[in-house]
């Protein structure tokens, strides 16, 4: 039987209309540079969580920021949210360097994240 639990929230990705104000705003709110800093994205590591900046909130749309629950086995707990109740809103996909992630909708429409890195 596989480990279905979750390793916690540790990614959260924040969409913002201005890249450059928001990149100053959380430089000096987690008070380190950013460890990504790209057109598309700018991401944080602080306190053990990756902090994620999406301009325009990115091609998924993100409209409010969006928590990444870490999990081992993605398919497995897609499968269970699903049968529980949730929506896959976003399948688990490739999102580069062995890391997979995908998006659900619980019944009352909020989205929820799962990240899992191979």
Do not use: C
């Not at 279905?4 to 540079?33: E, F, R």
């Not at 929506?87 to 899992?116: F, S, W």
């Amino acid at each position: 039987m596989s480990d279905s639990s979750t390793q916690g929230i540790k990614t959260v990705l924040h969409p913002v209309s201005d890249l450059a104000t928001a990149k100053a705003v959380y430089t000096a709110l987690l008070g380190v540079p950013p460890q990504t800093d790209a057109s598309y994205y700018v991401g944080f590591e602080a306190a053990g969580q990756h902090i994620g900046l999406v301009p325009g909130g990115g091609p998924q749309g993100m409209t409010s920021p969006v928590t990444y629950w870490h999990v081992p086995d993605i398919e497995a707990k897609l499968t269970e949210v699903t049968a529980a109740g949730a929506t896959v809103k976003e399948p688990a996909h490739d999102v580069g360097g062995g890391r997979l992630m995908a998006t659900v909708t619980d019944p009352d429409g909020n989205v929820l994240g799962l990240l899992q890195d191979r």
